[in-house]
């Protein structure tokens, strides 16, 4: 099955330069491989970036949030599997390879961990991808058909902590089958800032939430080659 990797992208036009290249090696003679940027922010830098490695660009109206960006990408993508990653994202070098394998099982959709070496909340966050009980947006591949079936991001509030939570309550809902590989790594840049923001907290609180309830309505499938 080919590929299309989504990728929203929002005023960080240096850290998307970085994951783009990462990705380039990895699909370099593919020809069912292709990656979208969608821009969120509108920046010369960014579509400067994408003409310059030859990436399909896309821009949103304007700050529209990650959950619409992903739906717009979704609309120009060729392949029967769409796959998410964030911009500030580096990808393990066999990222794109374990997404295909993936998809080898019967299931629906596929996650996989984010790592961080240096921030001191991943450790814990990363625990719970382990135990299979929180499904990260920046790491997701589904079947387009399923996708589109469920209406994608569509109706889900368009939010810093919402669209992720929205589809994974229609996959739910849906009874589909969503696996687990844990060779399906990315890294994600500490995020040590964050601990002075008024919301981290907020955040992490609602993350523990989410948790609970996936853990206790969600079936997930363990993938191993």
Same mark, same amino acid.
């Given at each position: 099955?080919?590929?299309?990797?989504?990728?929203?992208?929002?005023?960080?036009?240096?850290?998307?330069?970085?994951?783009?290249?990462?990705?380039?090696?990895?699909?370099?003679?593919?020809?069912?491989?292709?990656?979208?940027?969608?821009?969120?922010?509108?920046?010369?830098?960014?579509?400067?970036?994408?003409?310059?490695?030859?990436i399909k660009y896309i821009k949103t109206?304007?700050n529209e949030g990650p959950g619409h960006?992903?739906?717009?990408?979704?609309?120009?993508?060729?392949?029967?599997?769409?796959?998410?990653?964030?911009?500030?994202? #580096? &990808?393990?070098?066999?990222?794109?390879?374990?997404? +295909?394998?993936? =998809? %080898?099982?019967?299931?629906? !959709?596929?996650?996989?961990?984010?790592?961080?070496?240096?921030?001191?909340?991943?450790?814990?966050?990363?625990?719970?991808?382990?135990?299979?009980?929180?499904?990260?947006?920046?790491?997701?591949?589904?079947?387009?058909?399923?996708?589109?079936?469920?209406?994608?991001?569509?109706?889900?509030?368009?939010?810093?902590?919402g669209e992720d939570w929205c589809l994974?309550?229609?996959?739910?809902?849906?009874?589909?089958?969503?696996?687990?590989?844990?060779?399906?790594?990315?890294? #994600? &840049?500490?995020?040590?800032?964050?601990?002075?923001? +008024?919301?981290? =907290? %907020?955040?992490?609180?609602? !993350?523990?939430?989410?948790?609970?309830?996936?853990?206790?309505?969600?079936?997930?499938?363990?993938?191993?080659?």
């Amino acid at each position: 099955m080919g590929v299309s990797i989504i990728i929203p992208t929002y005023k960080r036009p240096e850290s998307l330069r970085k994951l783009l290249t990462s990705l380039i090696n990895q699909i370099e003679q593919k020809k069912d491989i292709e990656i979208i940027v969608v821009d969120d922010g509108n920046s010369i830098e960014t579509k400067k970036i994408c003409k310059e490695i030859g990436i399909k660009y896309i821009k949103t109206k304007g700050n529209e949030g990650p959950g619409h960006a992903r739906e717009l990408g979704s609309k120009y993508a060729h392949y029967e599997i769409l796959a998410f990653i964030d911009d500030d994202e #580096h &990808p393990d070098n066999q990222w794109v390879k374990s997404i +295909r394998e993936a =998809f %080898k099982k019967d299931i629906d !959709a596929v996650y996989g961990p984010i790592s961080s070496d240096t921030d001191p909340f991943y450790p814990f966050i990363h625990s719970f991808t382990r135990t299979k009980s929180v499904l990260p947006t920046g790491n997701f591949a589904i079947k387009k058909k399923v996708f589109e079936e469920l209406c994608g991001f569509k109706e889900c509030p368009f939010s810093d902590f919402g669209e992720d939570w929205c589809l994974y309550n229609k996959l739910i809902s849906a009874h589909k089958k969503i696996g687990y590989y844990e060779k399906m790594l990315v890294y #994600h &840049p500490p995020r040590f800032l964050k601990l002075y923001r +008024r919301n981290y =907290f %907020k955040n992490k609180f609602i !993350a523990m939430f989410r948790h609970l309830y996936l853990k206790k309505n969600l079936k997930i499938y363990p993938l191993s080659y």
